[in-house]
């Protein structure tokens, strides 16, 4: 297999759409069951199982399906704007945080929120590409979820 094609596979809209998407979904389910365990302390104290199941379930659904969103509409805008400007810059992220804070703003119906979520998500974004793409320091050593060299003969 070509391992341009291979690392194309993993750059292409749809991809990075997807994975964002899923993972938006998982954490916000996660940190979902996290809120709705504090808020649900009353009903689980007078021994009412399934309301409290059910307010729990929501929740989680709530938080996951909202951060989903907003991952899948940053990754997408991002990935877009990329390929229309043929440019791999930190202004694509910026223009994805613009987007991906609508999703909030719409979300709670707000402007106020929209416009205060569009512009942390984008300076977010832009530190984060400016700082190279990581919020770690290097320590020598690089992991790719690609080969970056053949180490069979073809």
Same mark, same amino acid.
């Given at each position: 297999m070509d391992s341009k094609r291979s690392r194309d596979e993993y750059d292409s809209i749809f991809f990075r759409t997807g994975t964002a998407l899923t993972s938006g979904l998982v954490a916000g389910s996660v940190w979902g069951s996290v809120v709705a365990a504090w808020r649900d302390v009353p009903a689980i104290e007078r021994n009412v199982a399934l309301p409290a199941l059910k307010k729990t379930l929501r929740i989680m659904g709530n938080y996951g399906l909202t951060y989903g969103a907003v991952a899948g509409v940053f990754a997408f805008t991002d990935a877009s704007v990329e390929q229309l400007r043929g440019k791999k810059d930190l202004w694509?992220?910026? !223009? @994805?945080g613009l987007a991906a804070g609508t999703v909030l703003g719409?979300?709670?119906r707000s402007l106020r929120v929209g416009l205060a979520a569009s512009g942390s998500l984008a300076a977010v974004s832009a530190i984060?590409?400016?700082?190279?793409?990581t919020t770690?320091?290097? !320590? @020598?050593?690089?992991?790719?979820p690609y080969p970056t060299s053949s180490s069979t003969a073809d």
């Open positions: 694509n992220g910026v !223009i @994805g719409i979300r709670s984060v590409d400016a700082g190279g793409h770690r320091t290097p !320590i @020598g050593r690089e992991f790719l």
